[in-house]
C-alpha cells in the first residue's frame, strides 16, 4: 500500500504516535505548570496522532504536488478522524477526553476550526518536511531489526492500551455509582422532609416549605453532594429530637431504615478503590480537560479527591481535618511515623487535653477495630467495623442511633 509494508506502516504509527506525546505533553505541561502525562494510555504514545499522521499520509497522497489540495486534505481527514474517535470515546467511557467548547466554531465541543486549520498545516509540514527522513530511516534499517523492534513495541503498547482501557471502562463505572449515589440522597432528603413534614406541630408551615422544596427540584435547582449531606444530618437531627415526643412512631422503623442506607451510601469503597490506584489517578492527572456532561460534578469531585490524595500520600498519618460531621474527643492521637517534612511533622502528633470538637474531612478516616459478631445465639456474622456494628445491632433492638 503506497509503497510501504505493514511492518513500516506499524512503525510510522509508532513514531508519530511518540512524537504526538511529546509535543502534547509538553504543551500542556509548560501550560499546567507541571508534568503531565498526555493521553488515554499511559506509555509515551498518542494514538490519535499516530493513526492521524496515517490518515494525512493517505489522502495527501493523490495531491503531493498540489500544495493547496494537500492542505485542504489534511483539513478534511484528520478533522473527521477526530470527531469519530471523540464521539466514539464519549459514547463508550461517557467522559470527554479532550474538549473544544470554549472554542469559536466548534461543533459538539469535539472539533473545531481552529484545530482543523492547524491539522492541515501539520499535513503539509509532515508530508514535505518529518516525513522524509523518518521514510528514509525506516528504508534503511535492515529488515529484520525493524520488524523486531516494531514487534516488541507492539506488544508493549497493547499491553498498555488494555489496562488503559479497562482503566476508562473503570472510571465510568465509578462515576455512573456516583451520580445513582447522589440519587439515592436526593430521594432520601425528600423522603426525610415528609416524614418529619407530618410530624411537625405547625403541618400547614411544614407543607409549604416542602412543596418549595419540591418546585425547587424541578425547576432545575441541583445540589452538591455535600451540600446533600449536610442536609439530611440536620435532618436525622431533627427527628432524633422528636423520636421521645411519639410523634414519629409511625415511621421509626422507616427513619431506622433510611440511617443505616445512609451510613452505607457515606462509605462509597467504589471511589476509594479508584483512587488506590495510581494509573487510574494518573489518567484524571493526564486529561485535565477532561469533561462529561451527564457526570460533570461526579467527575469534578473526583478530580479533586484525586489531587488531595496524592496530598494525602505525601503526608502519610498526618491528622488532617477539614469539612464534614462534627465530633468531640480527647486524649492522645498519634499517628504514623513523619517523613523528612516539617508540614508532615507538625501534623503527625496532636495532644488533646480536654474535649475538643473537630470535623471530619470524610466518614471513617479514623482507623476503626472490627470483629465478627452474633446476637442472641444466631449465627456468626462477617466481620465489620465496630462502630458500624454498634449502629446495626441498635436497629435490630429497636434502640436510637448514635453519629458514627
Known sequence: MLGYTWIQWLFFFFFYSFFGWCFESTYVSLHEKRFVNRGFIRGPFLPLYGT????????????????????????????????????????????????????????????????????????????????KPIEAFALWLPSSVLTGVTMVVTVIFAADFALSFKAALDLRDVLVRMEQAKDELEKMQRRLDVILAVSEENWENRKKEWNQSVESTRAGFVQRRDELVNGIEKRFERAKELLPSGRLNLNREELFDLRSKFGVNLQRPELTTFLKDFTKRDMLRGNPGMVSKKFSEALEELKKSAAEYKKKEKCAGSFAIKTGISHGTYGLVAAAPPRNNDTCRKKNLLTIYEPESYLLEEPNVLLLDKCSWRLDGAEWQPEQEILRLDNQIRTLLHLSLIHI
Request: net charge positive; hydrophobic share 50%.
Open 52 to 131: 492521524g499522521a496515517l490518515m494525512m499520509l493517505i489522502v495527501s497522497m493523490p495531491f503531493r504536488d498540489n500544495l493547496i489540495l494537500t492542505y485542504v486534505a489534511g483539513c478534511v481527514g484528520a478533522t473527521v478522524l477526530e470527531y469519530i474517535t471523540g464521539v466514539l470515546m464519549e459514547t463508550l467511557f461517557k467522559v470527554r477526553y479532550w474538549d473544544y467548547s470554549h472554542k469559536k466554531f466548534n461543533f459538539q465541543g469535539q472539533i473545531c476550526l481552529e484545530s482543523s486549520l492547524a491539522w492541515g498545516l501539520l499535513t503539509i509540514l509532515m508530508t514535505r518536511i518529518i516525513h
